[in-house]
């Protein structure tokens, strides 16, 4: 089983494609259309400005082969601003068109002290729990980035993505977070000031804001039932 592996010159590829390996699969890293189609899933990883990212995607014509595989019913992970990418916009350094797979926008979280470096370099936004939480609610003394270890808490525990798994903590690093369009798309969330959409899914399409590849044992698990999905399809 092969699973591709979008390069668009933006995202942590090696060790996503290591963490493929390690989990027994074989990890394609590519830009090729017909390869990434041909595959029995995708992953959609990013790290930087969404802007950028897209622009990336549009240039190689990548956005449409990943809405492609995404209608063809193919397994499809966003990580980390990959799973950004998966919706209709965001609001960071403007407005900025997504590949609108999924409704809903990024916004950047909300006051909070600053820490060295902006989020926007090497870092992704993270989703909100819409129905809780407004575009940023009060972060007190919050930093931003929200960067570090949090626990995750799952809404949709039945998903089979979460299947046998307990909750616990995994690896975010994001000045801006989504903020979903329906509810149903939440599958897990966590906590940073206000319940911020940590896993996001619908049909054949996932996203998840952290690092699984960077979160231990229990990102590895998600990755791993991921992956499960892609085979049984």
């Known amino acids: 089983m092969t699973i591709a592996i979008v390069d668009y010159g933006m995202g942590n590829l090696h060790s996503v494609s290591k963490a493929v390996e390690r989990l027994g699969y074989e990890g394609l890293v590519t830009g090729d259309a017909d390869a990434i189609l041909g595959a029995d899933g995708v992953l959609l990883p990013g790290v930087g400005a969404f802007g950028d990212a897209m622009e990336h995607l549009r240039a190689s014509g990548l956005d449409a082969v990943v809405r492609q595989a995404a209608a063809a019913g193919m397994p499809l992970l966003g990580i980390c601003l990959g799973m950004q990418l998966l919706f209709s916009e965001s609001e960071e350094h403007g407005r900025n068109e997504g590949l609108g797979i999924l409704p809903g926008k990024a916004v ?14 090497g870092t992704s936004a993270s989703g ?45 690093v994001h000045s801006y977070h989504v903020l979903p369009e329906r509810r149903e798309d939440l599958l897990a969330v966590t906590d940073y000031g206000h319940p911020v959409t940590a896993i996001v899914g619908r049909g054949n399409v996932y996203g998840m804001q952290f690092h699984p590849e960077k979160s231990g044992e229990l990102g590895m698990a998600l990755l791993r039932n991921f992956l499960s999905l892609a085979e049984r399809k």
């Open 128 to 172: 909100d729990h819409g129905a809780a939480a407004s575009a940023g609610g009060p972060m007190g003394g919050l930093k931003v980035p929200h960067m570090g270890w949090n626990r995750l808490a799952f809404l949709q525990p039945d998903s089979p993505l979460l299947a046998g798994l307990e909750e616990g903590h995994v690896y975010f």
């Open 108 to 121: 950047r979280f909300a006051g909070g002290s600053a820490v060295s470096g902006s989020a926007d370099a």
